[in-house]
């Protein structure tokens, strides 16, 4: 690598489950990916726990300080101006690395930003997301997959995360001025990229191998209509040996899992570095 390539993610200081779930997805990258270092971006070094330091090569704060109070993801724009590294796959703190992906980066490389145009569920199926993204129908907003994407340090790529500053810290009055229809009354971390993406006129290069599973059960068939709001209270998942299964699916390359119940003592002890 002629460049330094890294992973990084985001986390406020103060959200100890959150905390925990990017220390587990730190971990899941030391084991699978030995050539590439990781970086937590939060507000305040100094009000971080003592265990999350060693999962990390590097813990930088927001160079901006931490603007907004509805969602902390709404500093995510700041990861450009911090990244210690020239090549970037960020994921959010809720995701996982669970195979070598030298391959994907290799294409990657090729390209100054890149967000995956699809998605899979755990049976690694390409499948529709007509309620996520019901707002990007309505309103005529691209709909790429933004838990997990790659950029460099380069023109194209600084113009975009300028312009995604002002569109996260003003969030509310984007909605206002160009969702008419179907309006989240939320921080749509989503939404509020692909909204930059069509402003800026962005043009994504599709990298085909550069997907992931997205863990969701709006996204597999189920014939129940009576569906929880939290796959793990539906779906049987199975972690050992650092190998994750959901109803006998095993999991490969990159996994966002969305949800708070996933992580348990026993997940953070079987995907920990010092018993690789």
Known sequence: MDKEQGYITICNSADIPGL???????????????????CLVTDNYDHLPKFIEKNFDY??????????????????????????????????KRSLLLNNVDGIWENLTKTDICFPISATNFKNEISDFRYFFESHD?????????DIFYFKKSLETSEFFKMLDPIMQNWR??????????????????LVINITVKLLGVTNTNVESFLYHYISLENVDIDDIDLPDDWTRYLSCWVQNKTVKINNHKLNNFVFYNSPSFIDDEILDDFSVRSN
């Not at 925990?20 to 990781?38: F, Q, Y």
Request: proline content about 5%; aromatic content about 16%.
């Open 59 to 92: 813990i930088v704060e927001l160079p901006y300080g931490y603007v907004g109070e509805d969602d902390f993801e709404c500093n995510m724009w700041q990861i450009y101006y911090c990244t210690p590294f020239e090549e970037n796959i960020f994921m959010r």
């Open 138 to 146: 309505k309103n005529n907003v691209p709909k790429l997959f933004t």
């Open 173 to 190: 009055s984007v909605y206002v001025n160009l969702i008419k229809e179907k309006k989240p009354e939320y921080f749509h971390l989503n």
């Open 20 to 38: 925990k779930e990017a220390g587990l997805l730190a971990r899941s990258i030391k084991i699978n990916d030995k050539n590439r270092k990781t």
